[in-house]
Each structure stands twice: as structure tokens, then as C-alpha cells.
């Protein structure tokens, strides 16, 4: 207990002191848990470590904040500076609480992120799941910044009074903005629509005006694409709702991996058929779900040869195309060169008619 003899601005001083002390000890506290928690699980995702990271900053300003709204009461200040200084710690007290919750928010998303990894070969619920998350973070961010502004805006007594003022301002002012602002709002409302419909997610692999990518982040008004080749595409969100596009994992990841060959008309299918098979035994890249070599077209002057393979992901598909493309173009130049695409010319010879 404070020597109630003490001097009223060093009493006060000494409150504050005691606030801000309690509030490192709980800190203090704090990490030490989390660091035994941690010891205790070496590897992986540990949730200890997520709320240490994320609720350490917050807890630091959070903890003081309290215990000096609490102790407020008990100061020795002034009537004229105690609902000043009472309402300047209220404010950033509300401002705390408002960091606090977004800090939890993150606690979850990352717990979250963990257990709906994406790094699995087989990872459409995760995805799923990890693009709503982008959106209800989002949301839930917006809305307790949004609170927050308002619960410190409505403590004043001046603007209680002037409500019916700013409502009818606030109602004439949104709509002059909505007018203005009609395409940005409807990107808004897109980006709510892919994250609950969702035509793509987090990971997709999209045909997007000619580049193929996966889908890297997708935010309230724009995607990003990753292109292969580590350029990264971005298009408003009302891309993916007026125009169309391919997505090759909107289902499943597996496809279908074509192969074509246009050979002379002596090429010999049935071991073009056996090679394919001897090929495919050491591709891991192949599924063993498909595999077919067919005649698919007669030209002119060549035969269509399609061979037709299954991968697990585009990935695998690309890679095991060229591989089986090289090895059959190799048992072709070596054991049957006759049947490579060739232009024949006859001599033309005369017709003797007397």
C-alpha cells in the first residue's frame, strides 16, 4: 500500500509507476510461459510461439492501460484534470483493446494457416479454406477499427448531440461517394463473392490472357498471379466474375498431359505403344491412371500420333510431356528413322504417246 502521507502529485506518480510495472511483470510472465511451452515442442508450428509474437506488443501497452483506468479513481488530481486525463486514458485504453483483438485475429489465422496447410499434394479443402480466411480477416479487421472509431467519437458529449446532423451528412456524403467510387464498390462486392462462390483460390492454377500461373494472393480488390517465369500478373477482382478463364484445379489438381507426334505413315504404332509403356515405368511424375497412344488425324502427308498421359498436378504434367516427348523422339531416331516426318519426290518421267 502507498503511504496515504506521500504528496499528491508523487502519490499519483507512483500510481502510474505501479501500472506500468504490473503491466511488465505480466508481460515478463507472459514470455516465460510461452518460452517453457516451446522448449517443450521443438519442431512444427506451436501456438505459444504465434501468441507470443503476435500478443507481445499489444499486451505491453494493454496490461499499463487497464490498471491505470482502474486507478484513476484513486488519484488525488484535481476536478479540473481528472475527466481530462481519465478521458485522454479511456481513448487510448480503446485504441489498445482495438490492437489487442486485431492481434488475436492473427493468433487464429495463423493457428488456422497451420492446420489447413497447402503444402499437401492433396490440398483442395485447405484452399479452400485459406481464401475465406483472407476475406474474414479482413473483414474482421475493418470492422473492429470501424468500432473503435466509433465508440471513441461517441464518449464526446458534443458529438452525441450533433447525431442527427452527422447521420443526415454521413447519409448524403455516402451517397455522393457511392456514385463516385461505383467501380471500386463493385470490386469490393466481387471480392466477396469469389471468397464464398469461389471461382478461384488461394493456389489455383489459372489461364489468364495467355499466362499460366497460380494464384498468389487474392485481396478485396485485386489477384495476383504468380507466372511461371516469376512475373507476377494482377487483375481487378471483377476479372474473375465478367470474363473467363481457365482453371485447372477448380475441383481437382490431376490432369490430362497430350502428347503429339506427326509421323510418316510407316511409323509403327503398336511399338510406339510398347515404348510409351517401357518409358513410363520410371517416371514418378506419372499417376498410373491414364495411358493411351492413339491415331487421332490422317494429313496429306503425315499421321497424327496423340499420346495421352495423367499427372497429379500441372507441374507434373509439363515435366513428364518432356520427358516422354525426348525419349520417344530418341527410340525414333534410332530404331526407326524411316518413319520421321519426309517429303518424297518421284522423277517425273516422260510418256511416250507415238
Not at 125 to 139: N, Y
Not at 182 to 192: I, N, T
Request: net charge positive; charged share 20%; aromatic share 10%.
Amino acid at each position: 500500500m502507498l503511504p496515504l502521507h506521500l504528496p499528491d502529485i508523487v502519490f499519483d506518480l507512483l500510481l502510474f509507476a505501479a501500472a506500468f510495472l504490473a503491466g511488465l511483470l505480466v508481460k515478463w510472465l507472459f514470455a516465460w510461459l510461452s518460452r517453457r511451452a516451446q522448449a517443450r515442442k521443438r519442431d512444427g508450428f506451436s501456438l505459444w510461439t504465434s501468441v507470443l509474437c503476435r500478443l507481445g506488443e499489444p499486451i505491453n501497452v494493454f496490461i499499463p492501460l487497464l490498471l491505470v483506468n482502474l486507478l484513476v479513481p484513486f488519484m488525488r488530481l484535481g476536478t479540473p484534470y481528472r475527466e481530462p486525463i481519465h478521458k485522454i486514458f479511456e481513448i487510448f485504453f480503446d485504441i489498445s483493446v482495438a490492437f489487442f483483438l486485431i492481434a488475436l485475429v492473427k493468433v487464429a489465422e495463423d493457428y488456422l494457416y497451420h492446420r489447413y496447410d497447402i503444402s499437401k499434394p492433396i490440398n483442395l479443402r485447405e484452399r479452400k479454406i485459406q481464401t475465406q480466411l483472407q476475406f474474414i480477416r479482413k473483414l474482421a479487421v475493418g470492422l473492429i477499427l470501424t468500432v473503435t472509431v466509433c465508440v471513441i467519437l461517441l464518449s464526446f458529449e458534443a458529438l452525441r448531440k450533433m447525431g442527427a446532423s452527422l447521420l443526415t451528412g454521413v447519409g448524403v456524403g455516402g451517397i455522393i461517394i457511392g456514385f463516385a467510387a461505383q467501380k471500386s464498390l463493385g470490386d469490393l462486392l466481387a471480392g466477396f463473392q469469389i471468397a464464398f462462390t469461389q471461382p478461384i483460390r488461394i493456389d489455383d492454377v489459372l489461364v489468364v490472357e495467355g499466362e499460366w500461373g497460380r494464384v498468389e494472393e487474392i485481396t478485396l480488390t485485386y489477384v495476383v498471379l504468380h507466372i511461371w517465369d516469376h512475373r507476377r500478373l494482377i487483375l481487378p477482382i471483377s476479372y474473375f466474375i465478367e470474363k473467363p478463364f481457365q482453371n485447372w484445379t477448380r475441383t481437382s489438381a490431376d490432369l490430362l498431359a497430350p502428347i503429339m507426334f506427326y509421323l510418316d505413315y510407316t511409323a509403327p504404332v503398336n511399338a510406339i505403344r510398347a515404348e510409351v509403356n517401357r518409358v513410363l515405368v520410371d517416371q514418378p511424375q506419372w499417376d498410373g491412371r491414364v495411358s493411351v497412344v492413339q491415331v487421332t488425324d490422317l494429313r496429306e502427308r503425315v499421321m497424327e500420333v496423340r499420346i495421352l498421359l495423367s499427372a497429379r498436378n500441372s507441374g507434373d504434367a509439363f515435366d513428364l510431356r518432356c520427358k516422354v516427348r525426348e525419349r520417344i523422339i530418341a527410340f525414333l531416331q534410332e530404331h526407326h528413322p524411316e518413319c520421321l516426318p519426309v517429303t518424297r519426290v518421284e522423277p517425273y518421267r516422260s510418256i511416250n504417246v507415238s
